[in-house]
T-cell receptor, first 113, second 112 residues
C-alpha cells in the first residue's frame, strides 16, 4: 500500500514569489487535506478537497489555493509569499466520510527569505 | 470554537518510566479524538483514536480513554522506550468532520 507522498521535500523562495506544492494521496483515498505547521506549533487546517471541489477551508487568505485532480492527487499554490509562510506544509488523505482518520505525508519544508 | 489543550513540554523520562500526557478539549457535541506522533523530520502518524465516550484507543503500548465527563483524552504508556522520543499531538475533528484541530504538541524525550 502506497502512502501519502509529497514533493518537493524542501524549497526556498523569495518574498513575493509563488510556489506550488504537490501531493499524491494514499491508494484508495479520495479526500485530500492540507495543513500548515509553523515551527513548534500544531498543524493548522488550510483546506480539504473532495471530488475535485473545495470541501472546507480554514482561516487562510485567498492567496492560498488548491486543486485536486481526477487521480486524487493535489496541489497547494501560494501566491505573493510572505516571510510568515515559512513552515512545514503537510498533505493528508483519507477515505470519504466524516471523521475518517487522516494519513499524512512527510511534508514540504518551505523557507521564504 | 473547538479547541485542544495539551500539557506543556518537554517531558523528559528515563527508559521504562510511566508516561502521561494530558489532553483536554472544548467542542460542540462528541467529536472523534486522536493522538498523532511526529518523529524528527517526518510527518504525523496516527497513533490511536476513539470515536465515542468511554472508548479506549490503544496502539504500540499507548492507551487513551475518551472521558466525556472531564472532556479529556490523556495519553498513557506503562514503560517508555528511547524510540518513543517524539512530539505527540492530541486532536479532534471539527463539527463538520472535515478538519482536524490540533493541540500545540508535547515533546517527549526518553533517555537510556
Amino acid at each position: 500500500e502506497t502512502g501519502v507522498t509529497q514533493s518537493p521535500t524542501h524549497l526556498i523562495k523569495t518574498r513575493g514569489q509563488q510556489v506550488t506544492l504537490r501531493c499524491s494521496s494514499q491508494s484508495g483515498h479520495n479526500t485530500v487535506s492540507w495543513y500548515q505547521q509553523a515551527l513548534g506549533q500544531g498543524p493548522q487546517f488550510i483546506f480539504q478537497y473532495y471530488r475535485e471541489e473545495e470541501n472546507g477551508r480554514g482561516n487562510f487568505p485567498p492567496r492560498f489555493s488548491g486543486l485536486q485532480f481526477p487521480n486524487y492527487s493535489s496541489e497547494l499554490n501560494v501566491n505573493a509569499l510572505e516571510l510568515d509562510d515559512s513552515a512545514l506544509y503537510l498533505c493528508a488523505s483519507s477515505l470519504p466520510g466524516d471523521n475518517s482518520p487522516l494519513h499524512f505525508g512527510n511534508g514540504t519544508r518551505l523557507t521564504v527569505t | 470554537g473547538d479547541s485542544v489543550t495539551q500539557m506543556e513540554g518537554p517531558v523528559t523520562l528515563s527508559e521504562e518510566a510511566f508516561l502521561t500526557i494530558n489532553c483536554t478539549y472544548t467542542a460542540t457535541g462528541y467529536p472523534s479524538l486522536f493522538w498523532y506522533v511526529q518523529y524528527p523530520g517526518e510527518g504525523l502518524q496516527l497513533l490511536l483514536k476513539a470515536t465515542k465516550a468511554d472508548d479506549k484507543g490503544s496502539n504500540k503500548g499507548f492507551e487513551a480513554t475518551y472521558r466525556k465527563e472531564t472532556t479529556s483524552f490523556h495519553l498513557e504508556k506503562g514503560s517508555v522506550q528511547v524510540s518513543d522520543s517524539a512530539v505527540y499531538f492530541c486532536a479532534l475533528f471539527n463539527q463538520a468532520g472535515t478538519a482536524l484541530i490540533f493541540g500545540k504538541g508535547t515533546t517527549l524525550s526518553v533517555s537510556s
